[in-house]
């Protein structure tokens, strides 16, 4: 088992693997939890080539018992989470009257809640040795966008749940922090998925003295 474990939760093509990368190249071995195993198998091989340990697991996030177990099969396979990185969001588009609110509770289990639920596997193990937990957020946090309410409200949640965490789990030496991307991740260099998932690597490597909750990328 590897020392040092990043569970990257929301691995797609973009910005979670390129997290994965960042991460990997720094010595970690990683995690990587989506929904489907094929893609897993592809991202499994692209950091192969880089010379990354990593292992996918195939999970729905919504599934919230799924999920719990996911993180028990980490562990036992992979070793304690060091670093938990939670990458996934349900972007609906849909606007607040023709949201129904079935889908909005949907969207938040996706958005919200599947964040609590993995942060609350890894932080026991956490308390022990300290740790980073890092959460994607978005601008629609500081600026709603009626075409996308329902991301709005989950990107809001995610923002003030890492603030949340961010107060009470300092103290065991865990940083919590959350990325509020304001841009559409790959519409130019600036937004490159390898520019942002260095931010990841930047907050996780800053002395407790220094700790931020939040980095705003725009």
């Given at each position: ?7 990257v ?72 989470v060091n ?10 588009q ?29 932080v ?7 740790g ?9 946090a ?16 995610i ?16 940083h ?43």
């Amino acid at each position: 088992m590897s020392e040092n474990i990043c569970a990257v939760v929301g691995v797609g093509s973009g910005l979670g693997l390129a997290i994965a990368e960042v991460f990997g190249r720094h010595g970690y071995s990683i995690a990587m939890l989506a929904r489907r195993p094929e893609a897993l198998t592809e991202y499994e091989k692209t950091l192969q080539s880089a010379n990354i340990q990593s292992r996918g697991f195939s999970v729905d996030v919504a599934d919230t018992t799924s999920l719990v177990n996911t993180f028990n099969q980490i562990e036992q396979t992979m070793g304690a989470v060091n670093v938990l990185i939670y990458n996934t969001a349900a972007p609906r588009q849909s606007k607040g009257m023709t949201t129904t609110a079935m889908e909005l509770i949907q969207d938040f289990q996706v958005n919200v809640v599947g964040a609590l639920t993995s942060v609350q596997q890894v932080v026991p193990q956490m308390k022990a040795r300290g740790g980073t937990i890092l959460l994607t957020g978005g601008g629609f946090a500081l600026s709603p966008y009626p075409d996308f309410t329902s991301l709005s409200i989950g990107k809001a949640g995610i923002r003030s749940l890492a603030l949340s965490l961010a107060q009470e789990l300092r103290g065991d030496n865990i940083h919590v922090a959350t990325v509020t991307v304001c841009g559409t991740i790959g519409q130019d260099e600036h937004f490159a998925p390898d520019a942002i998932a260095q931010v990841y690597w930047d907050l996780h490597s800053q002395e407790q003295a220094a700790w931020q909750q939040e980095y705003v990328y725009k």
